[in-house]
């Protein structure tokens, strides 16, 4: 089965999960507190101010009533500190002193191994710097970074930067002698292949090369940038088995251990080294992509602050505001990089010097005053009317406050600057909050209603439009998660219900791996289901379980009578398209005759 990658015997998985005392695990990242056999918090995953987020040790589950998070201790780990399946595996095992053998470590047979990739890419990354440091083939790069970019020869090598001539098999080849297969090559992203002649070739080329350094010292993926202005400017290692993009953040290897008190987030690995080598060893930028909120998490476990240093054009303020966003939900005080006669942080240094830089640092905006400042960048205050307008604005920003000193202390700093009486502008805040408190009021029964519905539910899209085929699914997935019997009865006789018999393709899914893994040779357990799951659909799985625990008839007539309706809906929903079909080709005839007569 695909993803049994797992290597790790199914045994020590579950005595891994066994004892992983699932409360203290999860008590270790999150205030629990009792609540009858059960323990609430706030959930890690979500904002909240009233506890929706629960554990419960007998089933060794937890769920977020909130945002449907949700799954075993292991996909706990797997959310709270970004890992995979097999790393989260790894990390409770190491907590629980349990040891996995090594033999295992053997690859699924179309994987390449993590290990393989590491090795795959610090060769590479050898080669690359090589080619840097060439008197003819590097020239012009060193060149770049040296000269243009200002780069010392103490920061080229400790960032382990590197150069990939404009050459197509150069590295290819050079992979090739040192036993590294095209598959590998490939699987890694470090070669392309030819559609046509199903050639692999050389997938970075004419480009600065900035390795990926993973906290653990592995080269786990390379960035690659164009020294003139073609496009694209830069190239990203994409997914690879041992690097998920969104996951990581540049010269963190370098910043976690300068970033207890606060971090800086820049745009660019430019801007990044810049900073580093200027003695602001604690900035990091994502890889490419907008910060995720995964990024964001791993903000909130490094630090307290986040100084956000993105370019002054309005795509990188546009960027700063869906960043302080990130950051703020994952409780991290946002700051603002407010630059004057520089672009970026690189050019400013350069322009100004790291004196200067480390002042311009200090009087960084908060979030509330770099959008009181576009408010009033945006309104002209000496007229009246954009006065009331600037006012509202702000107000209204002011309503999303939480903190009551907070509000305060921004009113009497608003009325100041826009020349109003802070009782007017605090009674129209109110105002607004107590409107807001409707309007949320108001959506969360309609969303109670639509969750019932299915209505714009992401995880099961099929769900929707198939309300009782869901349910029926739902109910039959419920107990075959809970009952061994109904597990094996169900694997032994596809005549009671198979993979074809159900309508969503997350109800399809769900039970072709349950099946999948009660006939493989491991058998079922539900430690192993997170491997196969993204972390929404772990959550949903956790409920569809939780659902059908709650419910006093769950005996054998039940789970025939629910397979009986996955059989039946999907059959009603098949001949449902039939009819739909006939009745369209019925029209069109009509149509079509009904022209005919016009015509003649
Ligand atoms: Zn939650």
Not at 52 to 72: M, Q, R
Not at 270 to 297: C, K, P, W, Y
Not at 443 to 458: F, M, N, P, T
Not at 552 to 568: H, P, Q, S, T
Request: glycine letters at 6%.
């Amino acid at each position: 089965m695909e993803g049994t990658a797992a290597m790790i015997p199914r045994e020590i998985i579950d005595e891994i999960v066994y004892r992983s005392d699932i409360e203290q695990v999860i008590g270790s990242y999150v205030t629990l507190k009792r609540a009858g056999s059960n323990f609430n918090g706030l959930c890690p995953f979500h904002n909240e101010k009233t506890p929706s987020f629960t554990v419960f040790p007998a089933t060794k589950s937890f769920y977020c009533f909130g945002c449907g998070a949700g799954g075993d201790v292991i996909s706990f780990i797997m959310r709270e500190e970004n890992l995979d399946y097999r790393e989260a595996v790894e990390f409770l095992a190491a907590k629980a002193g349990i040891s996995i053998p090594e033999d295992n470590d053997l690859p699924d047979k179309n994987e390449v191994p993590r290990k393989r990739i590491y090795e795959m890419n610090l060769a590479a990354a050898k080669f690359f710097r090589e080619c840097l440091f060439d008197d003819t083939l590097g020239a012009e790069a060193m060149k770049y970074l040296h000269e243009d970019r200002k780069l010392s020869m103490t920061t080229i090598k400790r960032f382990g930067l590197g150069f990939s001539p404009n050459n197509a098999w150069l590295l290819t080849n050079h992979m090739h002698r040192l036993g590294f297969t095209d598959e590998e090559l490939v699987a890694g992203f470090l070669c392309g292949k030819s559609q046509k002649s199903g050639k692999t070739y050389d997938y970075y080329r004419n480009r600065v090369i900035f390795p990926i350094i993973d906290t653990s010292g592995n080269i786990v993926a390379f960035g690659g940038r164009v020294m003139d202005d073609s496009k694209p400017k830069y190239l990203n290692t994409s997914d690879t088995p041992a690097f998920k993009k969104s996951r990581h953040l540049f010269a963190l290897n370098f910043a976690k251990k300068h970033c207890e008190e606060q971090m800086m987030l820049c745009e660019g690995y430019m801007d990044v080294i810049a900073l580093h080598a200027a003695g602001f060893e604690n900035a990091v930028a994502t890889l490419g992509t907008a910060i995720t909120s995964e990024q964001a998490r791993i903000f909130a476990k490094y630090t307290k602050k986040v100084i956000i240093c993105y370019d002054a054009d309005n795509a990188g303020q546009t960027a700063a505001n869906k960043a302080m966003k990130l950051l703020g939900e994952v409780g991290v005080e946002v700051r603002i990089l407010k630059l004057a006669g520089a672009k970026d942080p690189d050019e400013y240094i350069k322009k100004f010097g790291a004196d200067s830089f480390k002042k311009v640092l200090g009087e960084s905006k908060t979030g509330f005053e770099f959008k009181l400042d576009k408010i009033l960048a945006s309104r002209d205050i000496q007229i009246a009317e954009e006065k009331i307008k600037a006012a509202a604005e702000v107000s209204e920003l002011i309503s999303d406050t939480y903190s009551v000193v907070e509000r305060d202390i921004y009113i009497r700093r608003a009325s100041e600057v826009l020349g109003v009486s802070p009782d007017a502008m605090k009674s129209d805040v109110e105002r607004i909050r107590r409107k807001k408190d409707r309007e949320r009021k108001n959506k969360e029964s309609s969303d109670a209603l639509l969750g019932a519905k299915h209505i714009g539910d992401r995880v099961n899209n099929d769900a929707a439009k198939n309300i009782r085929a869901n349910a029926a699914e739902e109910g039959l997935l419920g107990l075959l998660l809970i009952f061994e019997e109904y597990r094996k009865e169900a694997a032994r006789d596809s005549s009671i219900i198979s993979a074809e018999d159900f309508t969503t393709s997350l109800g399809r899914k769900i039970f072709e791996v349950i099946i999948g893994l009660e006939n493989s040779e491991q058998g079922y357990s539900s430690a192993l289901l997170s491997q196969f799951f993204t972390l929404d659909e772990l959550g949903r799985i956790q409920k569809i379980e939780r659902d059908r625990r709650n419910l006093a008839r769950n005996d054998r007539d039940v789970f025939l009578e629910f397979a009986e309706n996955v059989k039946k809906e999907k059959l009603q929903s098949a001949s449902a398209g039939s009819l739909a079909d006939e009745i369209a080709k019925k029209r069109e005839l009509l149509k079509k005759a009904k022209e005919k007569n016009k015509n003649t």
